[in-house]
């Protein structure tokens, strides 16, 4: 689909440095975002304690030769819980990386960079598609810079999900193209279908609530478009994709599925989480939560503005282009965006309550003005659009950048900046004193918060004995792997610092035992008989992890496949 004017390349343009100004323009505007780090610190927004201790526990992991991660040791002040089987791996391995690398009070801001820097690049390949190139490279921008990511950066600091919003312009595309828009002609479906299902599992495999706005908003375009065409050409391809990619993230979300429960999942939606107290501009018997939720909502209203103001633009523009052929093509993108963006406004506000309810998994988005992430695309999808051969466009792109300006101007007034949060809760984790854990990752029975902290590794119960007549040796303390041994003159009790979970496997002697629990908490207390013990606890491989990692690699098996087919055809029609 390329407009014989405005959206053809320019004929000396080259690829390769088309791409790296897109890369640079869009790094540009990333480093601007967190060009105030440098002198006010690090924003301390509502989720930088977890994302922080999560970061720092899968380094601290990876020097004890683990490569992958799945129970969380530091969590609950040592005890331990089971976050990295719920939480998606991608944002966790790239901060984990790097603080390995670079010093503790760089790794915010190089994070941030390097996400924004993604995101405006995806946003690029999506509308180069119908843009010119200056005007795509401001859509870009645009949505580097969009409100619902300076409110992640400056007042949420949740960057699992600002990560995962940085593919929704790709995993867009190549909805798009499984609709039938921007498919070359002589391209076979299932490179479109590939393109789908990596880029979908990449989504999942960085943020939940983040992938279940993914997966509503591509069955939503591609039911429409199977709709529109009177066909099941856009269903059947859509299912493929969803289905493979589901496929590549099965290592990941069959365990976290299967293991809910085993923990309380649903402290997840517990009072102030839950999505009919996070409509727009939904108040609550909570000042903090008001406010905060009045910001999200101005946001939102922003977002939407842009949106309507470029789309217009853009229906002018089609209006205006009725001479060419690709009319048609043009009114269906059209279309395809102002339906998302039309689900994702609605979805903001109460009357949908009904649907949060009744939608598989929709609850677990949590904030409704999450949707705002998704409108995003479309404002940098309809901003590059507008802005494509339009006539003083540096008046209409400078009016957007000082609103998106003051926006985060607003924003960074209205959070806490402090350079100390993640040295600080490095400086726990090195004293051996840990983090709080997590309310929905916590065991069945358990109650995290009457866990002690700065408790030894492991005590007696009863007391502790003579140390001529009991003695504790650990061998072995790993984040999977607990080995002790006990020598004591009578039966004792031994408390470990550990919860309880099913996938621990506690032996006494190599046989393996039952463990009882303190009082209140699932606690591991081993009861052991006098004399010599040999103390081992060992976090095992469940059979739906197993399940999970045969899906994926059998999923990572087709699309080889799949590729080495596409390779063999394309050689083949080049040779002839």
């Known amino acids: 689909m390329n407009h014989p004017d405005a959206y053809s390349p320019h004929k000396n343009s080259s690829p390769a440095r088309e791409w790296l100004l897109a890369v640079l323009s869009s790094l540009g505007v990333a480093l601007a975002i967190v060009a105030p780090f440098f002198w006010l610190a690090n924003p301390s927004g509502h989720d930088i304690a977890f994302h922080a201790s999560s970061w720092l526990d899968a380094a601290a992991q990876w020097k004890e030769g683990i490569l992958f991660p799945r129970w969380t040791e530091w969590a609950n002040y040592g005890y331990g819980e089971p976050r990295f089987i719920f939480y998606p791996p991608i944002s966790w391995i790239l901060g984990g990386a790097l603080i390995t690398l670079l010093p503790i009070k760089a790794v915010v801001g190089t994070y941030v960079v390097l996400a924004q820097t993604l995101a405006g690049t995806s946003a690029y390949a999506l509308v180069r598609k119908f843009a010119s190139r200056g005007a795509a490279l401001a859509g870009a921008a645009c949505f580097?810079?969009?409100?619902?990511?300076?409110?992640?950066?400056?007042?949420?600091?949740?960057?699992?999900?600002?990560?995962?919003?940085?593919?929704?312009?790709?995993?867009?595309?190549?909805?798009?193209?499984?609709?039938?828009?921007?498919?070359?002609?002589?391209?076979?479906?299932?490179?479109?279908v590939m393109c789908f299902a990596l880029t979908f599992a990449a989504i999942w495999l960085t943020n939940a609530p983040a992938a279940v706005i993914a997966s509503y908003s591509a069955v939503l375009l591609l039911a429409w478009a199977a709709v529109a065409q009177?066909?099941?050409?856009?269903?059947?391809?859509?299912?493929?994709?969803?289905?493979?990619?589901?496929?590549?993230?099965?290592?990941?979300?069959?365990?976290?599925?299967?293991?809910?429960?085993?923990?309380?999942?649903?402290?997840?939606?517990?009072?102030?989480?839950?999505?009919?107290?996070?409509?727009?501009?939904?108040?609550?018997?909570?000042?903090?939560?008001?406010?905060?939720?009045?910001?999200?909502?101005?946001?939102?209203?922003?977002?939407?503005?842009?949106?309507?103001?470029?789309?217009?633009?853009?229906?002018?523009?089609?209006?205006?282009?009725?001479?060419?052929?690709?009319?048609?093509?043009?009114?269906?993108?059209?279309?395809?965006?102002?339906?998302?963006?039309?689900?994702?406004?609605?979805?903001?506000?109460?009357?949908?309550?009904?649907?949060?309810?009744?939608?598989?998994?929709?609850?677990f988005v949590q904030f409704p003005w999450r949707w705002m992430s998704m409108l995003a695309v479309v404002f940098s999808a309809f901003a590059a659009w507008g802005l494509t051969r339009q006539k003083r466009s540096w008046l209409w792109l400078g009016a957007v950048f000082v609103l998106l300006a003051g926006s985060a101007v607003y924003l960074g007034k209205n959070t806490w900046w402090d350079a100390d949060d993640f040295p600080s809760m490095q400086y726990e984790v090195q004293l051996g004193h840990g983090f709080e854990g997590t309310d929905e990752y916590d065991p069945l029975g358990d109650d995290h918060l009457d866990l002690a902290k700065e408790q030894p590794r492991a005590r007696f119960v009863d007391g502790v004995p003579d140390s001529d007549r009991a003695q504790i040796t650990v061998r072995v303390w790993t984040a999977e792997r607990r080995l002790l041994d006990v020598q004591t003159q009578q039966p004792e009790r031994l408390a470990l610092r550990l919860l309880d979970y099913p996938a621990w496997r506690v032996t006494v002697n190599g046989e393996p035992i039952q463990p009882g629990h303190l009082h209140g908490v699932r606690a591991i207390v081993v009861p052991l008989p006098a004399g010599h013990s040999v103390v081992r606890a060992t976090f095992t491989r469940t059979m739906d992890r197993t399940i999970g990692g045969l899906v994926s690699t059998a999923s990572l098996l087709i699309l080889g496949f799949l590729w080495f087919r596409l390779s063999i055809g394309s050689a083949a029609t080049h040779r002839t």
């Open 230 to 363: 009177r066909s099941w050409k856009p269903a059947v391809r859509g299912a493929a994709g969803i289905g493979l990619g589901l496929g590549l993230a099965a290592f990941y979300w069959i365990p976290a599925a299967y293991e809910q429960r085993w923990v309380k999942i649903t402290q997840a939606l517990s009072t102030g989480l839950a999505p009919r107290e996070n409509f727009l501009f939904t108040t609550i018997a909570d000042a903090d939560h008001n406010h905060f939720n009045r910001v999200a909502s101005a946001m939102a209203l922003l977002t939407m503005f842009f949106i309507v103001v470029f789309a217009l633009r853009a229906w002018q523009k089609i209006r205006a282009a009725r001479e060419f052929a690709i009319d048609a093509e043009l009114r269906k993108l059209w279309m395809l965006l102002v339906l998302l963006a039309a689900a994702a406004s609605l979805l903001m506000v109460k009357i949908t309550l009904p649907l949060w309810a009744i939608l598989p998994k929709l609850r």
């Open 144 to 192: 580097a810079a969009n409100p619902d990511a300076l409110l992640v950066i400056y007042v949420r600091s949740d960057y699992a999900e600002l990560l995962a919003i940085a593919f929704y312009p790709l995993l867009i595309l190549a909805t798009l193209q499984l609709c039938g828009l921007f498919a070359k002609q002589g391209t076979k479906d299932v490179k479109y």
